[in-house]
């Protein structure tokens, strides 16, 4: 496998355990675990309704990544007629690697990106409001564009991929790797502390600071024809 790719699966194991289920799981809760008293028997539309919104988030990971894998394209198009290559893998893999420092706990934090979602919110309540059991997956779609630090670092590493194809599976299996956590919040793993959390969260950062590595040396190593 891509180790890119390895990384950013990475990258959404240790995150949604350590970062999802504490910024999305109190979501979870509120849009997809209220099961009408009709229909369904109540732990088959649970998880119907876990799996729409996951599959409506990753829906919308997944098209966001391979927009900004079809930009860094264009970009290296342009870095090649001017004699330079891989410009955005370089870009995003500093850029990465800054962002896994905060994510990290190393240097400042990503929390000012995640402060500004009441937009987002607006919109998932009015999807909210309909009746339908299909509602939950464009909840997900909706709510897969919340501001998150650990998200738009994904999204960074899809442009420095170069690619719409690569970009796109880059952040698809970032959002497969969340996966996890959040079909399984509300049951063993509400129990996790806020420090464990805390700490697996940290524990992501230092993937992101090495897929940013990742990206910079195979920047400079294209550039440099090596």
Request: charged share 5%.
């Amino acid at each position: 496998m891509e180790p890119g790719y390895l990384l950013a699966f990475t990258t959404g194991i240790l995150g949604g355990f350590g970062h999802c289920i504490g910024m999305c799981g109190p979501l979870v809760a509120s849009y997809t675990l209220a099961v009408p008293a009709q229909g369904a028997r109540p732990v088959v539309a649970t998880i119907s309704s876990h799996l729409l919104y996951n599959l409506g988030r990753i829906t919308t990971y997944g098209l966001i990544g391979a927009v900004m894998g079809l930009s860094g394209t264009f970009v290296n198009v342009a870095g090649r007629l001017a004699g330079s290559q891989n410009i955005v893998a370089v870009a995003a893999g500093v850029m990465m690697i800054l962002m896994g420092l905060d994510i990290a706990g190393i240097r400042g934090g990503t929390s000012w990106i995640e402060r500004h979602n009441s937009s987002v919110l607006r919109l998932a309540q009015r999807a909210g409001a309909s009746q339908s059991w299909l509602r939950y997956y464009p909840l997900g779609l909706i709510l897969g564009l919340l501001p998150c630090g650990l998200s738009y670092t994904v999204f960074i590493a899809s442009a420095g991929t170069g690619g719409l194809f690569p970009g796109m599976v880059t952040a698809l299996l970032f959002g497969l790797g969340t996966l996890p956590a959040l079909l399984l919040f509300g049951t063993v793993i509400s129990s996790l502390s806020a420090s464990l959390r805390g700490a697996i969260y940290r524990a992501s950062g230092i993937v992101v600071i090495f897929m940013g590595i990742y990206f910079l040396f195979r920047g400079i190593r294209t550039y440099a024809g090596l």
